[in-house]
């Protein structure tokens, strides 16, 4: 058998392709001359799998994509407090070329617009690099990203330079208020050699993947940046991510996403996929207007909208009944799937409920493939307050699922490969 998948995938991208809408970026004399019927897209899972349609390993400058991977290395690189303090994280609903900074503090909105991510370009890397060393940390790290050595296209960043009045002004301002330390020159022709990296559908679909995956790149195995810093940009994505667009977006397609004036799009599903499409038309906030119609499609398709509400905790629990008789009886609970604070509190409510029918309680989590850390807390109180009650607790855990069984002060637990 055959995969369906790319096959889907080509049939959304012929049932895109009448649609001429749109142009090229135009203020960037290079991009404006790109091939306009260039049409791609293609889905990386978190365990690496890439499955693609059309022109995948086609190259194009990454452009305002590469902000929220900046922003990530800024975040790893410098830590949370000296970034925030610069760069704030509130949806300017403007758009991404737009000169708005923070009445006052001079501090640029979020790190997707442009002001924020020529500030998020000088804050990669350690303080003391020079220009040179700071564009080497940017495209080092976006490569890590996407699993091999991405270049920067000479002619795009030479034809943007030519035009960056705009960026040059927002950098100069962004100097008289102290927010950046350093040549405004200097930075945006940094910021504006990351934005002119090359790259394919391919690559950006496996960049997206590595948000999707915690930070790690799923072919590589690199952890590229912190958990921390990708929660970071996942929410920044999904709030400012797509300019004044960002609240159709998050209605009709609810995938964090960030859009590049080249044509690419990309959106990361938080442990699933990562996303990229390219075709090199725009609408008038910059967004690829096939990339929109497609991702819309994908998001309702493939129940991608990240507010569509999963299947409640109660299947949790699997059974609850009781082994053996008399003074020896113990309760078991046999739980299921993966357990986090909704299915931990089935769990603790069944016990309540239960408590008092036999001497001993047993959580059985054979079936059990992951527990996160409150569920994992919750589970040891159980077990605590049980023992305190004068119950005998057993964790039936073959598989080790509940690293650390210690239930604390008063708690006791017995931990057991089956209950036979
Ligand atoms: N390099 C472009 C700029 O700064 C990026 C804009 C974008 O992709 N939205 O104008």
């Known amino acids: 058998m055959r995969s369906m998948i790319p096959d889907y995938l080509s049939e959304a991208l012929t049932d895109v392709t009448s649609?001429?809408?749109?142009?090229?970026?135009?203020?960037?004399?290079?991009?404006?001359?790109?091939?306009?019927?260039?049409l791609g897209a293609a889905f990386a899972t978190v365990d690496g799998e890439v499955y693609g349609a059309g022109d995948v390993d086609v190259e194009f400058t990454i452009q305002s994509i590469s902000k929220p991977f900046t922003y990530a290395l800024a975040l790893t690189d410098r830590g949370f407090d000296p970034v925030l303090a610069r760069v704030g994280v509130e949806p300017s609903g403007e758009a991404f070329n737009e000169i708005s900074l923070e009445d006052g503090s001079g501090r640029p909105r979020n790190p997707m617009i442009n002001a924020g991510a020529i500030t998020t370009h000088a804050l990669a890397g350690s303080w003391d690099l020079d220009p040179g060393e700071r564009l080497e940390r940017v495209v080092a790290g976006l490569s890590a990203f996407a699993g091999r050595r991405l270049?920067?296209?000479?002619?795009?960043?030479?034809?943007?330079?030519?035009?960056a009045?705009?960026?040059?002004?927002?950098?100069?301002?962004?100097?008289?208020h102290g927010i950046l330390d350093e040549d405004p020159t200097a930075v945006v022709a940094g910021?504006?050699?990351?934005?002119?990296?090359?790259?394919?559908?391919?690559?950006?679909?496996?960049?997206?993947?590595?948000?999707?995956?915690?930070?790690?790149?799923?072919?590589?195995?690199?952890?590229?940046?912190?958990?921390?810093?990708?929660?970071?940009?996942?929410?920044?994505?999904?709030?400012c991510g797509m300019y004044d667009a960002a609240g159709d977006w998050a209605t009709q397609v609810g995938i964090p996403a960030k859009s590049g004036v080249a044509g690419g799009l990309i959106g990361a599903l938080p442990g699933q996929i990562g996303i990229?499409?390219?075709?090199?038309?725009?609408?008038?906030?910059?967004?690829?207007?096939?990339?929109?119609?497609?991702?819309?499609?994908?998001?309702?398709?493939?129940?991608?909208h990240l507010m569509e509400v999963p299947p409640p905790a109660r299947s949790v629990v699997r059974s609850?009944?009781?082994?053996?008789?008399?003074?020896?009886?113990?309760?078991?609970?046999?739980?299921?799937?993966?357990?986090?604070?909704?299915?931990?509190?089935?769990?603790?409510?069944?016990?309540?409920?239960?408590?008092?029918?036999?001497?001993?309680?047993?959580?059985?989590?054979?079936?059990?493939?992951?527990l996160d850390d409150v569920a994992r807390r919750m589970l040891l109180e159980v077990a605590r307050r049980l023992t305190l009650d004068?119950?005998?607790?057993?964790?039936?855990?073959?598989?080790?699922?509940?690293?650390?069984?210690?239930?604390?002060?008063?708690?006791?637990?017995?931990?057991?490969?089956?209950?036979r």
Do not use: K, W
């Open 191 to 239: 910021y504006t050699r990351q934005c002119s990296v090359l790259v394919t559908v391919r690559d950006l679909a496996m960049m997206a993947a590595t948000l999707a995956n915690r930070g790690v790149n799923p072919r590589t195995g690199e952890r590229v940046v912190s958990e921390p810093a990708v929660r970071q940009v996942l929410s920044v994505m999904s709030t």
């Open 19 to 38: 649609d001429t809408s749109g142009a090229p970026a135009g203020y960037i004399p290079e991009l404006a001359a790109a091939d306009p019927d260039r």
């Open 390 to 419: 004068g119950h005998d607790v057993y964790v039936v855990d073959p598989e080790s699922v509940l690293p650390d069984p210690d239930p604390g002060e008063g708690g006791r637990v017995t931990v057991l490969d089956s209950l």
């Open 276 to 304: 990229a499409t390219f075709s090199p038309r725009l609408d008038s906030h910059g967004t690829s207007v096939r990339g929109v119609s497609l991702f819309e499609r994908f998001s309702a398709d493939m129940g991608m």
């Open 320 to 370: 609850n009944h009781v082994v053996r008789s008399g003074p020896d009886a113990i309760r078991v609970l046999e739980l299921q799937g993966g357990i986090r604070f909704a299915g931990a509190e089935r769990v603790v409510r069944e016990a309540v409920a239960s408590e008092p029918a036999a001497a001993g309680l047993a959580l059985d989590l054979t079936m059990v493939h992951s």
């Open 165 to 176: 009045h705009r960026n040059l002004a927002i950098a100069h301002l962004l100097r008289s």
């Open 151 to 163: 270049e920067v296209d000479a002619a795009v960043c030479a034809s943007e330079l030519e035009h």
